[in-house]
């Protein structure tokens, strides 16, 4: 895959602690040992299967909401803060993570009666 270069935010892909030439190795090493791999929209998909050479499942497919609409529960001290208009990618993951674990947590726990669309008020009062 070759060196993108500068991404339309105006960040080079050099500013980061790993080299673009490292990132396959690194990231390939750092989800070894992690089943299944999630990420949000169908372009970061492309590229993490690209890089990985393994599946990655679109949370968009799952209707997950968009990112923006999360209520950040944590932190981070990098030095995007500095930059408006860039959301930051700690909090972004860290928010997605929590949704997909209530996700998974709502399916495995969480059935619905056969044949209904809706749920009522009393079914999710049980919930």
Request: charged share 15%; proline share 8%; hydrophobic share 35%.
């Amino acid at each position: 895959m070759a060196d993108p270069g500068s991404s339309k935010n105006g960040l080079n892909w050099a500013d980061g602690h790993i080299e673009y030439k490292e990132l396959h190795t690194f990231f390939t090493e750092a989800v070894g040992g992690i089943a299944h791999l999630y990420a949000y929209g169908v372009p970061k998909c492309i590229f993490l299967a690209g890089l990985t050479g393994r599946p990655i499942h679109n949370l968009e497919d799952l209707a997950c909401p968009p990112p923006v609409y999360f209520n950040h529960k944590h932190s981070c001290t990098l030095p995007c803060h500095k930059f408006p208009k860039i959301p930051c990618a700690t909090k972004t993951v860290h928010s997605l993570y929590d949704w997909l674990m209530y996700y998974l947590q709502k399916k495995d726990f969480v059935q619905c009666p056969a044949g209904m669309t809706r749920h009522s008020v009393e079914f999710v009062a049980a919930v």
